[in-house]
């Protein structure tokens, strides 16, 4: 089990910046990748950052230049710096692990870890 608690969104001014942070805890030395995905009203959540054990970096085209993922595997900690905001990057920001185990009879099987989100609005 993986538990991912997400801090830091709130309301900001258009062409400010954020700083996002997801903690994770539990089960987290087989994390294949962590990232942080966005739902906005009315819209499907989709993809913003993510990161993968080997570091493999993979950015929305729509943040390209302004977000930045990191994480800190010491402390188990991913974070988004979220530069030039735009009122279109409004939503909740949701951190998300996918994380192997392993079975007996299954071998390895891949979860996948939400956390509670945190929510982004961007005054215009």
């Known amino acids: 089990q993986v538990q991912l608690v997400e801090s830091g969104g709130g309301l900001v001014q258009a062409g400010g910046s954020l700083r996002l942070s997801c903690v994770a805890s539990?089960?987290?030395?087989?994390?294949?990748?962590i990232g942080w995905y966005r739902q906005a009203p009315g819209k499907q959540r989709e993809l913003v950052a993510s990161?993968?054990?080997?570091?493999?970096?993979d950015y929305a085209d729509f943040v390209k230049g302004r977000f930045t993922i990191d994480r800190d595997n010491g402390r188990n900690t991913l974070s988004l710096q979220m530069n030039n905001l735009r009122r279109e990057d409004t939503a909740v920001y949701y951190c998300?692990?996918?994380?192997?185990?392993?079975?007996?009879?299954?071998?390895?099987?891949?979860?996948?870890?939400w956390g509670q989100g945190t929510q982004v609005t961007v005054l215009s």
């Open positions: 990161i993968t054990s080997s570091d493999r970096t």
């Open positions: 998300r692990a996918l994380v192997s185990s392993w079975f007996p009879g299954a071998g390895d099987v891949e979860s996948d870890y």
């Open positions: 539990g089960s987290t030395s087989s994390m294949n990748s």
